[in-house]
């Protein structure tokens, strides 16, 4: 038989024993409880959600859907309910049987959120008003940060419930952008998906003209979350990319609405923006190198007058990629000028 706690209990007593300046009972407490012991079953944590037959959610983790406000994130949220419930949504179906949904809104008014109440009904193949005894949804919006943080805890005493869908986490404190309050939300979350042997999965939203999740929040989450992903509203179609997973990548998706409803498609064609090397051979037309930061100025002033505006953001990724395939060269002097190769394939490239 292998050594079990009990003996490394002992074990551990004695090394404190040994030390000159001893260690608090409370810290020699955790150390015992947290030491890896391989000589007992150690299971991979069970799967709630598979995507397209690999792992995108279990127990005792959580994950992140980012996007901007109008991408659909809700509808993306309402899949997963659906998949967990029904068995199956999309490319999304359940991995281990259903069980309860804690649905927490924080910011929508009660009609909307009735309208995501019913959309779940009707992916599970339920009547609209009817309450669903597999899922509870709390509406949050009229309270403050602080009672938010508690209902969410305390609900999961209450409901235990197998998968929770919280959005989102950024309206559980005053400040995102707040360091403390950011490490302590990050970590309730971790805390509770392993107390209560569950999967979280909270929204945040990005930064516009990226895809970054925003703020030390954001940041925080995007660090210890399972799986992230970015919701991207291409025209009616959304597309959703994977930003991290633990496992092997899924494939990215992409969804539409349907009747009300959320349905997985085709993932659109990355749209191109025409006449690249047009557009930097007027910018640069005066020969002279130029720094990354002012062509980034240059590629906003320029698209902006031909009614496509770009963000900041976006503009850097066009001059990247310009750099990447040769459109423009970096000088030794660190300036972009004009390269004189010519590019017969500028339609097909990913801007």
Same mark, same amino acid.
């Given at each position: ?10 074990e ?8 000159q300046?001893?260690? %608090? ?8 409880? !947290? ?21 995108f959610?279990?127990? *005792? ?9 109008? !991408?659909?994130? !809700? ?10 419930? =029904?068995? /199956? ?11 309860t ?5 924080? /910011? ?13 009904n009707?992916?599970? *193949?339920?009547? /609209? ?17 602080q &009672? ?7 609900s ?23 360091? /403390?309050?950011?490490?302590?939300? &990050? ?7 392993? &107390?209560?042997?569950? =999967? ?10 990226n895809?970054?999740?925003?703020? =030390? ?19 009616e179609?959304?597309?959703v ?8 990548? %899924? ?6 609405v ?9 993932? %659109? ?62 000088? &030794? ?19």
């Amino acid at each position: 038989m292998g050594v079990n706690l009990f003996d490394l209990g002992q074990e551990l007593a004695q090394r404190q024993a040994e030390t000159q300046s001893g260690v %608090p009972r409370e810290v020699m407490d955790i150390i015992t409880a !947290s030491r890896l012991d391989l000589t007992r079953d150690n299971p991979d944590p069970e799967a709630i959600l598979l995507c397209n037959g690999l792992p995108f959610a279990t127990r *005792g983790n959580f994950s992140v859907i980012i996007g901007l406000p109008g !991408s659909r994130k !809700s509808f993306l949220m309402t899949i997963l309910a659906g998949a967990y419930l =029904h068995g /199956e949504c999309g490319c999304f179906r359940s991995a281990n049987g259903k069980g309860t949904i804690l649905w927490i809104d924080t /910011e929508q008014a009660p009609g909307h959120v009735a309208r995501v109440g019913r959309r779940i009904n009707r992916l599970d *193949g339920r009547p /609209e008003n009817e309450n669903a005894p597999e899922v509870v949804i709390l509406m949050l919006r009229e309270y403050a940060p602080q &009672q938010r943080k508690d209902v969410f805890r305390y609900s999961l005493e209450v409901f235990h419930p197998d998968l929770v869908i919280l959005d989102g986490a950024a309206d559980l404190m005053d400040d995102p952008n707040n360091i /403390e309050q950011s490490a302590e939300i &990050q970590q309730l979350l971790m805390a509770t998906s392993k &107390q209560y042997d569950c =999967h979280i999965s909270t929204v945040v939203h990005c930064n516009p003209g990226n895809d970054k999740a925003r703020g =030390h929040l954001g940041s925080n989450l995007m660090r210890k979350c399972e799986t992230a992903v970015t919701v991207t509203a291409q025209g009616e179609v959304s597309k959703v990319s994977f930003a991290k997973t633990r496992d092997i990548r %899924p494939d990215d998706f992409a969804f539409s609405v349907v009747n009300g409803l959320p349905a997985v498609c085709d993932v %659109p064609a990355m749209p191109r923006e025409d006449n690249t090397r047009e557009m930097f051979a007027e910018i640069l037309s005066d020969g002279r190198a130029v720094s990354h930061g002012d062509l980034s100025n240059r590629v906003m002033k320029y698209r902006e007058s031909a009614g496509r505006p770009v963000k900041f953001d976006r503009a850097k990724q066009i001059v990247n990629n310009a750099a990447k395939v040769g459109i423009i060269i970096k000088t &030794q002097a660190g300036g972009y000028v004009l390269s004189n190769e010519q590019e017969g394939s500028d339609n097909q490239l990913p801007f």
